[in-house]
């Protein structure tokens, strides 16, 4: 009965995101959260992501059968949401309870692109086993989630491709036996809370293909590292562009004499994400119809792009991107700070990760406004509440993201729609 008021539901929306004045809920009509955690591999590539989403915070008291509606609805909205923005290959991690399982719920998604994780919580029953059996023999690979030795996890591992190891705050001798138990079964190894990039080279060592957490936001510092002067001259250009001290005939010049940036920008607005009428073929041109301030946020994002040197140094960049997107866009709803000013606050949060040197070092001459530099260097001020936001919501802490959203006066109702359309834009803007 379950399962066929969510196909109803599902079919009236033809599993797609309900609107409403912009607002982003579920086929039942709940406002979602959603967002998404990258796996890497061994190599620092983007292997895919764990889809993170809840019911948004202002929308949690539903009836016993909505509630299950609701919970099953949020995974295929979430989906709706990120996947145009995955790249060709990368899978999407999607958590499941055994009723989900039992009920056939993650079969109405592609397997080409969902694995289908299941929560540590799930027990082994037969109706569970033979829901696994299914999915595999249909094509989806199956994710065991959260592994730590328990015994019920090692009755799912015949019908597993791939094991999460919770190897947050675990010494080597634990995470090894856990490795031992799994190698049997031939699943690849996927450690999970890897907070920094110690516990990346350790998990490495014991076989780990790949590796799920923020250690790519925490910049490894690099005993003795200065900054390059081309590092410099970058990191300063920025600045110039967070300050607002530039016009338009300076952006274009800087855009012009550099071969590389100008056909970036042409590529860029010839893309079929804007599907202009007919070809653009002059910065000049190019300027023009972006306008100022769309252009110095292209240049910005482009200036950061230049500073990667590794495919995890890429992400961390789109990541920066995405992010001083994300907060622009959600300021954009009425929260009274400039829409410029927090997209600089975003981009400019990563640059410690991207270039292996401490914050201090990053902004140190660069002629900041005093709030911006105190946000960055996590001193507290009237910005750091909203990196802080950012930073959790990324994260999927949604309790921290909902108690900081209003503080803030954030419409949590508004705040899937803004990091949907950040996730896109950034991807536009390094494709």
């Known amino acids: 009965m379950l399962l066929k008021h969510l196909r109803s539901l599902l079919s009236k929306s033809q599993g797609a995101v309900v609107q409403d004045d912009g607002v982003i809920t579920t086929v039942s009509g709940v406002p979602v959260w959603v967002a998404r955690q990258p796996v890497f591999t061994a190599q620092g590539g983007i292997w895919g992501y764990e889809l993170l989403s809840r019911v948004c915070p202002e929308n949690v008291c539903r009836p016993a059968e909505d509630a299950y509606v609701a919970t099953s609805s949020v995974v295929f909205d979430g989906v709706e949401m990120v996947a ?40 082994p029953t037969q109706e569970v086993l033979a829901a696994l059996l299914r ?35 675990r ?14 079964y031939g699943c690849t190894l996927l450690a999970e809370k ?15 293909d790949l590796f799920q957490g923020f250690f790519f936001s925490r910049p490894q510092l690099v005993a003795g590292k200065k900054l390059t002067s081309s590092e410099t001259v970058k990191t300063r250009l920025l600045a110039r562009m967070a300050s607002g001290e530039y016009d338009m005939a300076e952006l274009g010049d800087i ?35 972006l306008g ?51 997209f600089m606050l975003g981009l400019l949060s990563m640059l410690d990760g991207l270039l292996s040197v401490s914050m201090e070092s990053v902004i140190a001459g660069m002629p900041l406004d005093e709030q911006l530099t105190d946000a960055l260097l996590g001193r507290p001020g009237p910005l750091l509440p909203w990196l802080r936001f950012a930073a959790a919501y990324e994260k ?17 109702e508004e705040v899937s729609r803004c990091y949907s359309e950040a996730i896109s834009w950034a991807a536009v803007m390094f494709a």
């Not at 989900?100 to 994780?117: F, K, N, Q, R, T």
């Not at 634990?174 to 190698?183: G, L, Y």
């Not at 890897?194 to 780990?208: K, W």
């Not at 140094?313 to 410029?340: D, I, M, N, W, Y």
């Open 135 to 169: 999915l595999r023999q249909a094509g989806y690979m199956v994710a065991l989630d959260d592994y730590i030795g328990q015994e019920a996890a090692e009755t799912l591992m015949p019908l597993a491709d791939i094991v999460k190891v919770d190897v947050l705050g």
């Open 396 to 412: 999927g802490d949604w309790q921290q993201a909902a108690e900081l959203a209003r503080r803030l006066g954030v419409s949590g």
């Open 255 to 289: 855009i012009r004499i550099d071969a590389a940036l100008s056909t970036r920008l042409l590529r860029y607005l010839n893309s079929a994400f804007f599907a202009l009428p007919s070809p653009v073929v002059s910065v000049s041109q190019a300027a023009g119809l």
């Open 84 to 123: 145009p923005a995955l790249a060709a290959g990368e899978r999407l991690l999607i958590n499941y309870s055994g009723e989900m399982l039992v009920d056939g719920v993650p079969a109405m998604l592609p397997p080409d692109i969902c694995v289908v994780e299941v929560l540590e919580d799930v027990q």
């Open 292 to 342: 100022q301030e769309k252009l110095r946020r292209w240049l910005c994002v482009a200036i950061l792009s230049d500073m990667e040197s590794s495919p995890l140094s890429r992400h961390v960049a789109v990541q920066a991107a995405q992010r001083g997107k994300f907060l622009e866009l959600v300021c954009g709803t009425g929260c009274g700070r400039p829409a410029s000013e927090m």
């Open 171 to 184: 010494e080597r001798e634990a995470i090894a036996r856990d490795v031992a138990r799994i190698r049997p």
């Open 194 to 208: 890897v907070e920094d990039r110690q516990m990346v080279d350790l998990c490495a060592e014991l076989g780990f």
